[in-house]
């Protein structure tokens, strides 16, 4: 189906003689996405207060972009990457591009098993760009207009460095540049680094790095290596006076949770054991030293990409700086023998759950001359928000796409800071994500709604549907189904209107082959 956004009806011929001026009176954007961090992975607070959290995490440069420009502390996306990269470069919910889980391999789905349900064949093969529609060799994807590919139509100068993670390999989606990228540093299938360590080339097989082997013997960490490709091929459009935008997609702080030697000893006592925390009452573990330490060379990416932009002064004067995460901190990986939404705290688990842990991200937006410095906006945004939200900043007014676009722009908030909107939120995963976590602690099949002060979380083996007071109850412990059923069935209902509105797809029961009803069926 053909998407026109409503302002689309400039003529293209008389838009394409006006693309080099327009072009050059276009804001840059520098687009730092991190893997896997939790809203509370930093020394920035995007809670009410602040949290021992906070205190365990080094990050300054985080704090410099705070202070410049506008915190969101209710940015939600996808519990797992993939769905959420994918809703980004399409603007679409992951209930209708499909994309629900992670992909690698052609073909080949990611789900743990399930004892109850069989899962649905999802898009398993990931987004694929519009030109790849002639393919018939490949099912199981989503065809799409690709949020760099209007860019680049518009007068870009695009670049992704580091993670990509859109498509499967064998598929056109893997491969940065037939997704409307000029540069790609780094960028392919996998989704997360085989090392973060030069000396073991940055890992082999399917989880390979592959791209920068002139830093295999200085010993370069990835994040480094990565930033210093960044910088290098920014120098080409900041020289042509061209605008350009940066996906500057960091493997950090995916595991593995390995040394970044530049940084672990901030986190160790004068024994090179871990300082002790007062949260965990404990020390730090060895994978707790790692972790912070990728945090700080993450942030330290931050800084010298600002540092740069800054000896540039007219560049920088109009570069939009953007700071988010694919999704929540990883909660089951880092503290064996915690409890699992340790990384997240006060939310509940971590990524791949159904709950805030999983979905909660930090957000920072710098635009100069339009955000107001050290500003906080508590209005909700979602991940699929970013695509009209980027086109709207870059200037973008007129374009059609191949997919139906579900994001709405967050342009007025910046500019009308004081301006409040109403937002309902939907998630799907009808997938199960990785084996030996807890169901109790929203790691299965689910589909949820959030609205108002309320998230309603639905579970597809059990059918069980779980109501939380987010507002009041920001861990989600207590659950409010039972004392408020009137409230609970709305939601229900909003909930599977929206989905069979999207299309989506649901397990069926593997007793009787028959599919588990909707939320709001009896």
């Given at each position: 189906?053909?998407n026109?956004?409503?302002?689309?009806?400039?003529?293209?011929?008389?838009?394409?003689?006006?693309?080099?001026?327009?072009?050059?009176?276009?804001?840059?954007?520098v687009?730092?996405?991190?893997?896997?961090?939790?809203w509370?992975?930093?020394?920035?607070?995007?809670?009410?207060?602040?949290?021992p959290?906070?205190?365990r995490?080094?990050?300054?440069?985080?704090?410099?972009?705070?202070?410049?420009?506008?915190?969101?502390?209710?940015?939600?996306?996808c519990?797992?990457?993939?769905?959420?990269?994918?809703?980004?470069?399409?603007?679409?919910?992951?209930?209708?591009?499909?994309?629900?889980?992670?992909?690698?391999?052609?073909?080949?789905?990611?789900?743990?098993?399930?004892?109850?349900?069989?899962?649905?064949?999802?898009?398993?093969?990931?987004?694929?760009?519009?030109?790849?529609?002639?393919?018939?060799?490949?099912?199981?994807?989503?065809?799409?207009?690709?949020?760099?590919?209007?860019?680049?139509?518009?007068?870009?100068?695009?670049?992704?460095?580091g993670?990509?993670?859109?498509?499967?390999q064998?598929?056109?989606?893997?491969?940065?540049?037939?997704?409307?990228?000029?540069?790609?540093?780094?960028?392919?299938?996998?989704?997360?680094?085989?090392?973060?360590?030069?000396?073991?080339?940055?890992?082999?097989?399917?989880?390979h790095?592959?791209?920068?082997?002139?830093?295999?013997?200085?010993?370069?960490?990835?994040?480094?290596?990565?930033?210093l490709?960044?910088?290098?091929?920014?120098?080409?459009?900041?020289?042509?006076?061209?605008?350009?935008?940066?996906?500057?997609?960091?493997?950090?702080?995916?595991?593995?949770?390995?040394?970044?030697?530049?940084?672990?000893?901030?986190?160790?006592?004068?024994?090179?054991?871990?300082?002790?925390?007062?949260?965990?009452?404990?020390?730090?573990?060895?994978?707790?030293?790692?972790?912070?330490?990728?945090?700080?060379?993450?942030?330290?990416?931050?800084?010298?990409?600002?540092?740069?932009?800054?000896?540039?002064?007219?560049?920088?004067?109009?570069?939009?700086?953007?700071?988010?995460?694919?999704?929540?901190?990883?909660?089951?990986?880092?503290?064996?023998?915690?409890?699992d939404?340790?990384?997240?705290?006060?939310?509940?688990?971590?990524?791949?759950?159904?709950?805030?842990?999983?979905?909660?991200?930090?957000?920072?937006?710098?635009?100069?001359?339009?955000?107001?410095?050290?500003?906080?906006?508590?209005?909700?945004?979602?991940?699929?928000?970013?695509?009209?939200?980027?086109?709207?900043?870059?200037?973008?007014?007129?374009?059609?796409?191949?997919?139906?676009?579900?994001?709405?722009?967050?342009?007025?908030?910046?500019?009308?800071?004081?301006?409040?909107?109403?937002?309902t939120?939907i998630?799907?995963?009808?997938?199960?994500?990785?084996?030996?976590?807890?169901r109790?602690?929203?790691?299965?099949?689910?589909?949820?709604?959030?609205?108002g002060?309320?998230?309603?979380?639905?579970?597809?083996?059990?059918?069980?549907?779980?109501?939380?007071?987010?507002?009041?109850?920001?861990?989600?412990?207590?659950?409010?189904?039972?004392?408020?059923?009137?409230?609970?069935?709305?939601?229900?209902?909003?909930?599977?209107?929206?989905?069979?509105?999207?299309?989506?797809?649901?397990?069926?029961?593997?007793?009787?082959?028959?599919?588990?009803?909707?939320?709001?069926?009896?």
């Amino acid at each position: 189906m053909k998407n026109f956004h409503p302002y689309f009806g400039m003529a293209l011929a008389g838009f394409a003689l006006s693309l080099p001026l327009q072009a050059r009176q276009r804001p840059n954007i520098v687009f730092f996405l991190v893997d896997d961090m939790g809203w509370q992975e930093t020394s920035v607070p995007f809670w009410e207060r602040p949290t021992p959290l906070n205190n365990r995490y080094h990050t300054p440069n985080m704090e410099r972009l705070a202070n410049m420009g506008v915190k969101f502390t209710q940015a939600y996306a996808c519990a797992i990457s993939s769905p959420s990269r994918c809703s980004l470069l399409s603007g679409m919910n992951a209930a209708r591009h499909r994309v629900t889980n992670w992909t690698i391999h052609f073909n080949r789905t990611t789900d743990s098993p399930s004892d109850s349900v069989d899962l649905p064949e999802w898009n398993c093969n990931g987004i694929q760009p519009e030109k790849a529609q002639s393919n018939t060799n490949f099912g199981r994807a989503t065809f799409i207009t690709p949020l760099p590919q209007l860019l680049h139509d518009h007068g870009y100068y695009t670049i992704l460095c580091g993670k990509a993670h859109f498509g499967a390999q064998q598929t056109p989606g893997e491969n940065p540049l037939e997704m409307g990228f000029d540069i790609n540093i780094a960028g392919a299938a996998n989704g997360g680094p085989g090392s973060y360590l030069a000396a073991e080339n940055y890992g082999h097989g399917d989880f390979h790095v592959g791209g920068l082997e002139k830093y295999y013997e200085k010993g370069t960490f990835l994040t480094e290596a990565l930033t210093l490709e960044a910088i290098e091929y920014l120098k080409k459009p900041i020289a042509e006076k061209k605008p350009f935008f940066l996906y500057m997609s960091h493997y950090a702080i995916h595991i593995p949770y390995q040394p970044d030697t530049r940084f672990t000893s901030n986190y160790q006592d004068r024994d090179g054991q871990g300082v002790y925390d007062e949260q965990l009452k404990a020390r730090l573990n060895k994978s707790e030293i790692n972790h912070a330490a990728l945090v700080e060379g993450m942030d330290k990416s931050l800084g010298d990409l600002m540092d740069f932009l800054e000896q540039h002064p007219k560049t920088a004067q109009n570069t939009i700086i953007i700071f988010i995460s694919d999704n929540g901190g990883q909660g089951v990986a880092v503290r064996q023998g915690r409890e699992d939404y340790d990384q997240n705290w006060p939310a509940r688990a971590g990524k791949g759950s159904a709950y805030l842990g999983g979905i909660k991200e930090p957000m920072i937006v710098y635009w100069p001359k339009v955000t107001k410095a050290g500003t906080v906006n508590d209005n909700r945004v979602m991940i699929e928000d970013f695509f009209p939200s980027l086109l709207e900043m870059a200037g973008v007014k007129s374009y059609k796409t191949l997919q139906n676009v579900d994001g709405v722009s967050f342009v007025d908030l910046l500019k009308q800071p004081n301006k409040r909107r109403e937002r309902t939120f939907i998630w799907h995963f009808p997938n199960i994500w990785t084996t030996g976590v807890s169901r109790e602690e929203g790691y299965g099949a689910y589909s949820a709604i959030m609205k108002g002060d309320y998230h309603l979380v639905y579970f597809w083996e059990t059918r069980e549907k779980h109501l939380f007071n987010i507002k009041e109850d920001i861990g989600e412990r207590n659950d409010i189904s039972t004392a408020q059923p009137i409230l609970t069935q709305q939601l229900a209902q909003e909930l599977s209107d929206s989905l069979r509105a999207y299309s989506a797809q649901r397990p069926t029961w593997k007793r009787n082959k028959q599919q588990v009803p909707w939320p709001d069926e009896p």
